[in-house]
């Protein structure tokens, strides 16, 4: 089992800059893929960004040039920064590891809120 633990959410301005951290605890070992989902009312939570346990990373089109994810393995954490904040970065964002072995897994956080607003 994994536990995730989000912080970092808030009211930010538009413009500005945000960290979002999540830490995992449990058996972090087994974790291969972490990420950042986010949802806004009305819509499916989508994925935003993702780092693999070898540090590959994926970005949502939105975010690209604008954020980093950066993880630390040992540490069981996975970190978030997003610059240039626009009203549309605004939702609830959510922790995610996935364990795929010895079957998969998705665990998630219990989410942040993120409002951008001028």
């Known amino acids: 089992q994994v536990q995730l633990v989000e912080s970092g959410g808030g009211l930010v301005q538009t413009g500005g800059s945000l960290t979002l951290s999540c830490v995992a605890s449990?058996?972090?070992?087994?974790?291969?893929?972490m990420g950042w989902y986010r949802q806004t009312p009305g819509k499916q939570r989508e994925v935003v960004a993702i780092?693999?346990?070898?540090?590959?990373?994926r970005y949502t089109e939105s975010l690209k040039g604008r954020a980093t994810i950066t993880r630390d393995n040992a540490k069981g954490t996975v970190v978030l920064q997003i610059d240039d904040l626009r009203s549309d970065d605004t939702g609830v964002y959510y922790c995610?590891?996935?364990?795929?072995?010895?079957?998969?897994?998705?665990?998630w956080g219990q989410g942040t809120e993120v409002t951008v607003s001028s």
């Open positions: 995610r590891a996935d364990r795929s072995w010895p079957d998969f897994m998705a665990y």
């Open positions: 449990g058996n972090i070992d087994s974790i291969n893929t």
């Open positions: 780092i693999t346990r070898n540090g590959d990373t």
